[in-house]
T-cell receptor, first 115, second 112 residues
Framework: DTGVSQDPRHKITKRGQNVTFRCDPI?????LYWYRQTLGQGPEFLTY????????KSRLLSDRFSAERPKGSFSTLEIQRTEQGDSAMYLC?????????????FGEGSRLTVL | GEDVEQSLFLSVREGDSSVINCTYT??????LYWYKQEPGAGLQLLTY?????DMKQDQRLTVLLNKKDKHLSLRIADTQTGDSAIYFC????????????FGSGTRLSIRP
């Protein structure tokens, strides 16, 4: 299967710990997005990359959150000093810059539970 | 500001049409989208409409856009059990075409 893959699928951590999620996009996709989704809500935009450049970052993203895409392929999202409010599903998506508008291909997500 | 609103639930009988509604606030929206999320699966783009269109049809799906009222709807004809999912309305804007803003989703359930 060559879809978007995310790892780990589920992470349980204690408040104050750091966590890192990885996303492997579809191989030829040059855009990569991170979203966060809480129960009963739609995905909330966090940030996106075109190749290795981080082009936009949500104001909601505190400085405890950092995302990288060092070689323009996979990406990592790190959350430092986790808080209970960080508990959510973290979704990664990828797309072609020249593809159909809004045609994001989403992974199944990484669920974070902060105790 | 950016805001997309949808009703939370819709229940329809198998074989009937489903109509899912959405309102958005930003008049600079360029594209409007409908995504589908099935249990345990990633979101999937169903269809999109450019803001200068008022209707788009794709097999059982019909999208209607009323730009004056900032109202978008998705009609699913002959609803089947496989259509059970959460449907998200979403928009992107001229100022940030790659940033897609999602509504809270409408959970569609099908009764026999």
């Amino acid at each position: 299967d060559t879809g978007v893959s995310q790892d780990p699928r589920h992470k349980i951590t204690k408040r104050g710990q750091n966590v890192t999620f990885r996303c492997d996009p579809i191989s030829e996709h040059n855009r990569l997005y991170w979203y966060r989704q809480t129960l009963g809500q739609g995905p909330e935009f966090l940030t996106y990359f075109q190749n290795e450049a981080q082009l936009e970052k949500s104001r909601l993203l505190s400085d405890r959150f950092s995302a990288e895409r060092p070689k323009g392929s996979f990406s990592t999202l790190e959350i430092q000093r986790t808080e209970q409010g960080d508990s959510a599903m973290y979704l990664c998506a990828s797309s072609l810059a020249q593809g159909a508008p809004g045609e994001l291909f989403f992974g199944e997500g990484s669920r974070l539970t902060v105790l | 500001g950016e805001d997309v609103e949808q009703s939370l639930f819709l229940s329809v009988r198998e074989g009937d049409s489903s109509v899912i509604n959405c309102t958005y606030t930003d008049s600079s929206s360029t594209y409007l989208y409908w995504y589908k999320q099935e249990p345990g699966a990633g979101l999937q783009l169903l269809t999109y409409i450019f803001s200068n269109m008022d209707m788009k049809q794709d097999q059982r799906l019909t999208v209607l856009l009323n730009k004056k009222d900032k109202h978008l709807s998705l009609r699913i004809a002959d609803t089947q059990t496989g259509d059970s999912a959460i449907y998200f309305c979403a928009e992107s804007m001229v100022s940030s075409a790659s940033k897609i803003i999602f509504g809270s989703g409408t959970r569609l359930s099908i009764r026999p």
